[in-house]
């Protein structure tokens, strides 16, 4: 009886070429379609394509709230950004795809996950650290990995060639401009013409999310999203579910030019890489969480976990989700995010985000206070003595080692 191994299966060139190779090493191959928002496609057309090529299964598992809900949430709640910029999309879906993975290889009794990242990039990694987290007894195959799955398909057209000859239908030709990886939160494009770093990545991707900045009206929307501890719950005052949130924030986004970036990037294995992505709805969600906080945090809470964020980014964008360190990291984001409460009115304006106005009943504005006008609780006269206190340092200091001026 042949041995079963999982595969993460998206129908694409790839994917459709490892059901093939598989089978050909004598394994039973289940295939796992993994939803997390993908570009419309004809989903049974595509689980109904792994069981002509051979697969012994075919399934498709929706985890688009999950991913939400568990992963993309507390990462905003965090105001993770990998280098400052990437919103993280493709790195917060990985660890949940070998997770529905290995539980799937459960079921059919499955020696091994399969997936089709290269051994140049970052998922390889994401997929490996997360699977092994979960399951230290598990074997992965990574074809890409190994010299003799690369000595029989060098490039794509020994791929589209080896399609052929086993019938297998697929949609990619031999030329490729760039290669895209899509889920709700995002869209990334990387590879082909875009290495080249001089080229505008404007001019070469077909986007799938947003339009242009000068394609986008011009006339300004307002999108008002409300926050129960944390969390994203509404838009324009209608309660909506974690993906609700997120894909239909990526229309108002999107139709508004929002959420493009084009960055160079360190990757986790080490080299340098160029990628765009577009992220329309998690780019407002990023700003009026941020403005937010502003309102229902206070100073040294907000500090402390600005210093830790990026790090927090690096774990995601490295892979490390399932780790005793992440769990603390959570558990801490659970607590603090606990009086972010409240509305915030975003303007969009040609791939502009401003914050309006933003509003909250745990809110630590005291207009009294900080008013220029009014003095409220704050005597202006403890100042002096507290600025006595906080320069005696630096009047000792002074007075040992004279500084010139």
């Known amino acids: 009886m042949a041995e079963s191994v999982v595969l993460a299966y998206s129908g694409g060139l790839d994917t459709s070429v490892l059901v093939g190779w598989l089978q050909d090493k004598g394994y039973d191959v289940h295939c796992l379609y993994v939803e997390l928002g993908q570009p419309c496609e004809d ?56 997770k529905v993975c290995l539980q799937r290889a459960r079921e059919v009794q499955a020696v091994a996950f399969v997936h089709g990242a290269t051994g140049k990039g970052n998922d390889q990694c994401r997929f490996q650290l997360a699977a092994e987290a979960l399951d230290p007894t598990v074997r992965i195959i990574a074809p890409w990995r190994m010299q ?78 409300g926050f129960e501890s944390g969390v994203p719950v509404s838009i324009n005052g209608e309660p909506k579910t974690p993906a609700q949130m997120v894909e239909g924030l990526n229309t108002i986004g999107g139709r508004n030019g929002c959420g493009r970036i084009d960055v160079v990037e360190n990757r986790f294995v080490g080299m340098k890489s160029r990628g765009v992505y577009e992220a329309p709805g998690m780019t407002l969600l990023y700003a009026a969480h941020q403005a937010m906080e502003q309102l229902t945090l206070d100073r040294d809470l907000t500090h402390f976990r600005d210093r830790l964020s990026p790090e927090v980014a690096e774990m995601v964008y490295y892979g490390h989700w399932y780790c005793a360190k992440m769990d603390a990291l959570l558990a801490f984001i659970r607590e603090t995010q606990k009086p972010v409460t409240g509305e915030v009115k975003l303007s969009l304006y040609k791939g502009n985000v401003r914050v309006c106005s933003r509003t909250s009943p745990t809110s630590l504005y005291n207009a009294e206070i900080a008013s220029m006008e009014k003095g409220g609780d704050y005597n202006q006269d403890d100042a002096g003595g507290f600025l006595r206190i906080m320069g005696l340092p630096y009047r000792v200091q002074g007075s040992v080692r004279p500084r010139e001026y």
């Not at 899509?182 to 077909?206: P, R």
């Open 148 to 225: 003799e799955f690369r000595d029989l398909f060098p490039g794509r057209t020994e791929m589209l060639a080896y399609c052929e000859d086993k019938g297998i239908p697929v949609k990619a030709t031999a030329k490729k401009p760039y290669s895209s990886d899509e889920n709700c939160l995002h869209i990334s494009y990387e590879a082909g013409d875009l290495e080249d770093v001089e080229v505008d990545g404007q001019t070469v991707i077909d986007f799938g999310m947003t339009v242009s900045p000068q394609q986008a009206p011009d006339a300004e929307e307002f999108v008002t999203i």
């Open 43 to 98: 989903r049974e057309a595509i689980l109904q394509k792994a069981l002509n090529i051979g697969a012994r299964s075919s399934l498709l598992i929706d985890v688009r709230e999950e991913m939400c809900r568990d992963i993309a949430f507390p990462v905003l709640q965090w105001q993770a950004k990998y280098e400052n910029i990437y919103l993280l999309g493709t790195s917060i879906a990985r660890p949940l795809i070998a």
